[in-house]
């Protein structure tokens, strides 16, 4: 039936009656299509969120763009000039998941565990790894739970991986005589590290959080992804509701809720550019945070997980200034 001869049923019919048999209509049409767009939600999760097998998020590099390799090819160098620190390392969470990592020890009794984001893995995490080794700290790179050689199906944007890093935190007490841990946390691994920092049971030897392009909530950070890839926004319900489902964990909640607890020092990293973690959040999440001990570095036009290998010299600087931060701290918290 053409537009014409369906609008003619309606031909002297009362208004009531059109509306009617208007909603009906729509409504049919929505029942037909809501199981069409439930199993497109379901899809969309599996592939994000979902680990499907050991091949999928293993240690290989998937980033093909230039600057990502720049930082795959830096990064392993750094690791291959300190293989001989290197030692392998597992814990085993919560939950019976085996965890595994590269701790690189360089003979101080403080560390950083650099926790990257979603779909990246350890060797991701080589990349980062200089700026704490050139002043004074061990380095931990881990393989988060479902990433790597580390078990697991699901992510649950740094929820249930906040009490995988503070088995990594008592690891580094108990095996490693490490007295002082700062993470490092870069998009998802920010959030796990500010929910670690927050728990009731915490390690006392957390001593402060960098945060690299952290966003206020992962919902908002999927929804933009799936905006400047062109995928159906207007699912975001249905695929937020197939993660419930699957791990107990929700979107809407993250950094932003809570980050009006963070007393401790705290390093933020953002770029004006990142269209993923939005900089209005962040100024947002900064103003909020009541730490006495907080800095905010902006890096201009910097994209989402672009920061260091655009600008490595004011990057590892902000790092080192915030690490001689902490040390003059713990000097007069001594004296």
């Known amino acids: 039936m053409n537009s014409a001869a369906f609008l003619s049923v309606f031909n002297n019919q009362p208004l ?43 240690r290989e590099w998937y980033h093909p763009d230039e600057e990502s390799c720049r930082m795959h090819d830096e990064g392993v160098e750094w690791a291959k000039a300190h293989a001989d620190c290197m030692t392998e390392v597992k814990t085993v969470s919560e939950d019976g998941l085996e965890l595994y990592g590269e701790y690189y020890d360089f003979g101080h009794d403080r560390a950083v565990i650099i926790i990257p984001g979603r779909t990246d893995n350890l060797v991701y995490s080589y990349y980062y790894a200089k700026p704490y080794s ?103 319900g249905m695929i937020e509701s197939e993660m419930k489902k699957k791990t107990g964990y929700g979107l809407k909640n993250g950094p932003a809720d809570v980050i009006g607890k963070y007393e401790k020092p705290l390093l933020m990293l953002h770029g004006t550019g990142d269209i993923y973690s939005l900089p209005a959040r962040t100024n947002e999440m900064f103003d909020k945070c009541p730490s006495e001990n907080k800095k905010l570095v902006w890096f201009e036009d910097g994209r989402h997980s672009k920061l260091r290998i655009v600008y490595p010299e004011r990057y590892d600087g902000a790092i080192a200034d915030f690490l001689a931060t902490l040390e003059a701290h713990v000097s007069l918290s001594h004296s």
């Open 134 to 236: 050139d002043n004074g700290y061990n380095v931990l790179c881990i393989d988060q739970r479902a990433h790597g050689k580390s078990e697991g199906k699901y992510v649950t944007t740094g929820f249930a991986e906040s009490r995988d890093a503070i088995k990594w935190i008592k690891l580094l007490e108990e095996d490693h005589g490490v007295k002082s841990v700062v993470i490092h946390g870069i998009c998802i691994g920010s959030a796990c590290g500010l929910y670690t920092m927050l728990a009731e049971d915490a390690p006392e030897s957390l001593s402060a959080l960098v945060a690299d392009g952290m966003y206020c909530n992962f919902y908002e950070s999927y929804y933009l992804h799936m905006k400047d890839l062109g995928k159906p926004t207007f699912i975001m």
């Open 16 to 58: 009531d009656t059109v509306l009617i048999v208007l909603i009906i209509f729509v409504g049919v049409n929505l029942l037909l299509l809501y199981p069409h767009l439930r199993l497109t939600a379901y899809i969309v999760y599996l592939s994000t969120m979902v680990r499907k097998n050991e091949k999928c998020w293993d």
